[in-house]
């Protein structure tokens, strides 16, 4: 396995390589109680003072009665960007910005993962892809 801290530093290569993904899936944002259960199949999750903030199928929070304000798309930046990259995400989130695309980024270890309404998957897929060919 590749070290973590082997990804890309310089922004030009990551725009030119990120190489958007649109996962399968409707994603939820949940809050569970600190002491619950995680369900296998969350995505992503953060502990809060609220309690565990959890990213997971819609269909899991729907089948768990869990609720939440919007459905989301899981779209995965697939170049190996380090984790000391600077401007990435705000090259994302501007692109997006431009078109009225909220975003919500989730950094992982090797690769950046954006979480937008399911009703703007497209838009968001097409602004993507035209940064990486510099359009």
Request: glycine residues 6%; negative net charge.
């Amino acid at each position: 396995m590749t070290p973590p801290d082997s990804g890309e530093l310089r922004l030009e290569k990551l725009l030119a390589e990120m190489c958007p993904m649109l996962n399968e899936g409707r994603y939820a944002f949940v809050t569970l109680p600190s002491d619950s259960a995680i369900p296998r199949e969350t995505v992503a999750m953060v502990q809060e003072a609220e309690g565990m903030s959890l990213i997971v199928p819609a269909a899991t929070a729907d089948k768990l009665g869990l609720a939440y304000s919007g459905a989301y798309s899981w779209i995965t930046l697939q170049v190996h960007s380090s984790l000391a990259a600077v401007g990435l995400t705000a090259a994302v989130a501007n692109a997006l910005t431009a078109h009225e695309i909220s975003c919500n980024v989730v950094a992982g270890t090797y690769h950046d993962h954006l979480f937008v309404a399911c009703s703007k998957e497209t838009r968001a897929m097409t602004v993507l892809t035209n940064m990486t060919q510099g359009t």
